[in-house]
């Protein structure tokens, strides 16, 4: 499969450590300053952390714990998550202002085709551009763009340039690009893939190249061939302007670890109120439950449940969560608990539009 037959013009805009830099945009005192947006308590997990408190290998999913003994000095605050949301609208509608093909990941990044936009200019790296200064006008926050074919290799190059900068990838440099990429840099290779990978002599691109179908197949199964298509260019994901929901619920870390059934009910009904209200808002039912436990030594284990109807209410959702928590016995104590609900009776939309591939003449103009 040759990649130049589906070809299109792809941006991704990611926010520049977003919900840290909102912080110190509301709050003056904190720029320039190692910070955390997150829990600094023992029980505590950094949600997002300023390019400062990077420096000191402080990120993401992190510890409060575990980041306050890297960084002495880290300033802990509160995520302010409504606040995050109204920012994360205005950028949106900067991004339709070019394009209604665009596919918000979450509230600080997502996807723009461009191949054919409102302003019908042919350049993407110079509308990455203009799209990343509307940014800074209208919000004060800096935004970072990756510009190529696809979506993969727009996702990854996006990350190239960090903070505050852009990176193209035009046709013409994608089998260069990809074969000199450090394997850990492709998207969606995590780190025990990467080990894999690396175990079994594969550290760039073009030793990946090397691997047959059949063989990266058999060593990594059904995501073998999508490693074995995107090495050579190849991905034909398209922006999705409608990302359907699969699963909504709710969970909790406790600040001290729980061992007693009846006190984890009680949380439960917590949890279970709170799954209903989001349920409620987003006016959806689910058929399959599933219970989360999370062990003192950090195991995460789910018991799940199909049910013949959809269920939405607290009480069905509890019914059913006691049910799966008396399924078997709690093998420790439990430092999380959450309840979730998929199979949900959405129906599948469609994109408001379907992206185009470009004609040759296109792909003459600059990318």
Do not use: W
């Not at 040759?2 to 792809?10: S, T």
């Not at 409608?242 to 670890?257: C, V």
């Amino acid at each position: 499969m040759d990649f130049r037959k589906h070809l299109r013009k792809i941006i991704h805009v990611d926010m520049d450590a977003f919900y840290a830099s909102v912080e110190q945009l509301d709050d003056p005192s904190l720029k320039g300053k190692a910070l955390a947006v997150g829990g600094s308590s023992k029980r505590g997990v950094v949600a997002a952390a300023s390019y400062e408190a990077r420096k000191y290998g402080v990120k993401s999913a992190m510890s409060g714990r575990q980041a306050a003994r890297l960084c002495p000095h880290l300033i802990f605050v509160r995520p302010r998550f409504e606040r995050y949301k109204e920012i994360s609208q205005q950028i949106r509608k900067i991004f339709f202002e070019y394009t209604d093909l665009v596919e918000p990941l979450s509230l600080d990044e997502a996807y723009l085709d461009v191949t054919v936009n409102k302003f019908n200019f042919p350049s993407a790296t110079v509308l990455a551009r203009e799209i990343r200064e509307k940014i800074k006008a209208k919000t004060g926050l800096n935004a970072s763009a990756g510009i190529s074919i696809n979506k993969f290799i727009a996702k990854v190059a996006s990350d190239i340039n960090k903070p505050n900068g852009q990176k193209t990838i035009p046709p013409e440099d994608v089998i260069d690009f990809l074969e000199q990429l450090d394997i850990r840099k492709f998207y969606g290779v995590g780190k025990v893939t990467q080990d894999k990978m690396y175990r079994l002599g594969i550290f760039t691109g073009a030793d990946l190249k090397l691997k047959t179908l059949d063989y990266l197949q058999k060593h990594f199964g059904k995501s073998g061939s999508h490693y074995y298509n995107v090495v050579r260019g190849i991905h034909l994901s398209e922006v999705k302007t409608s990302r359907i929901r699969k699963s909504l619920g709710a969970e909790r870390t406790f600040s001290e670890n729980i061992s007693s059934e009846i006190y984890m009910l009680e949380k439960l009904e917590d949890i279970a109120e709170e799954v209903e209200r989001r349920l409620k808002t987003s006016r959806v039912a689910g058929k399959t439950i599933t219970l989360k436990l999370k062990y003192s030594d950090f195991s995460v284990q789910t018991r799940s449940k199909t049910l013949k109807l959809f269920i939405a209410s607290k009480a069905l959702i509890m019914e059913e969560t006691k049910a799966l928590l008396y399924q078997e016995p709690i093998k420790d104590s439990i430092r999380l608990l959450g309840i979730s609900l998929s199979n949900l009776n959405t129906e599948q939309t469609k994109s408001v539009k379907k992206p185009s591939i470009p004609n040759e003449e296109q792909l003459k103009l600059p990318f």
